[in-house]
């Protein structure tokens, strides 16, 4: 379909709370599904990072995500549960302020429970790397970015510090 412009920090629909995914706008959606998979290619083409994106993100107000890692993947109305007491730090990027990082904690590991693009229910458990990446995406559905998510006010970096300040 198309690469679609990335709604950038500052942007109110970003702060906003997407609407449940219902079976019967899957067909409708099909376009949105194809413009975030051209978006997020687009993105890694220019910034050489991006495993996924959520929906609101190209200003589509769904509760929908779209990864690719080795493959494509969908999640729709994905929740999270069973969040691990153990966190971990890590400096997190967005494509919604590709020049920023933000320093967050994250869980561990998790358990996802969402639809596919066949409407099956399915429900993962999840960890490290996965886990985190779901819980930046899924904030997003929420209308929460990262920057909401700092551990304090020293933890931004723009692209070209962050390298100086992990030395």
């Not at 969040?83 to 994250?106: A, H, I, Q």
């Not at 929420?142 to 933890?155: F, K």
Request: proline fraction near 4%.
């Amino acid at each position: 379909m198309a690469v679609r412009e990335i709604l950038l920090l500052g942007n109110p629909l970003l702060l906003q709370s997407c609407d449940e995914v219902h079976r019967d706008e899957l067909e409708s959606l099909g376009p949105a599904i194809q413009d975030l998979h051209d978006t997020l290619f687009d993105f890694r083409r220019r910034y050489n990072a991006g495993r996924a994106i959520a929906a609101p993100q190209i200003g589509v107000m769904k509760r929908l995500i779209y990864m690719h890692i080795s493959e494509p993947r969908v999640f729709f109305n994905p929740v999270l549960d069973q969040l691990s007491s153990e966190t971990f730090e890590l400096w997190d990027d967005c494509m919604s302020f590709p020049d920023l990082f933000v320093r967050v904690r994250r869980h561990r590991s998790c358990r996802v429970t969402y639809r596919d693009r066949n409407w099956t229910e399915r429900q993962e458990d999840i960890n490290d790397d996965l886990s985190e990446l779901l819980q930046h995406e899924i904030d997003h559905l929420n209308g929460i970015l990262a920057v909401s998510r700092a551990i304090d006010c020293a933890s931004f970096a723009l692209r070209g510090q962050l390298q100086k300040r992990l030395q």
